[in-house]
């Protein structure tokens, strides 16, 4: 069975930085491709970033682009998220998915999710 767990949540300042990890087991994590989405309240989920099964292809979301910087870890069966410059329009519920495409990072198309973990970004 497909699992997919996110750490790395908190609060954090305006200005500062988070890294989300999601760890994964159940798939054979080197085959899939990975997303990270994000979930405020009242609006649509939406992709945040995406990576290629290889790691040789991402896609970032305008809103981040610049900020926030996706990875993989095959051999550890591992995706990160670093997030430096959180502003108040980044706090939400923030999920990883596997087996869906880079390009868009449409969240419709992934089949796998984690449980999210939570971003706060306060003073």
């Known amino acids: 069975q497909e699992q997919l767990v996110e750490s790395g949540g908190g609060l954090v300042q305006p200005g500062g930085s988070l890294k989300l990890s999601c760890t994964t087991s159940g798939f054979t994590f080197k085959y899939y491709n990975i997303g990270w989405f994000r979930q405020a309240p009242g609006k649509e989920r939406e992709g945040v970033t995406c990576i290629h099964n290889s790691g040789d292809t991402t896609s970032y979301a305008d809103s981040i682009k610049g900020r926030f910087t996706i990875s993989r870890d095959n051999a550890n069966n591992t995706a990160y998220l670093q997030m430096s410059s959180l502003n108040p329009e980044d706090p939400a519920i923030y999920s990883c998915?596997?087996?869906?495409?880079?390009?868009?990072?449409?969240?419709?198309?992934?089949?796998?999710w984690g449980q999210g973990t939570q971003v706060t970004v306060s003073s």
């Open positions: 998915a596997a087996g869906g495409p880079v390009t868009g990072c449409p969240p419709t198309d992934y089949p796998y």
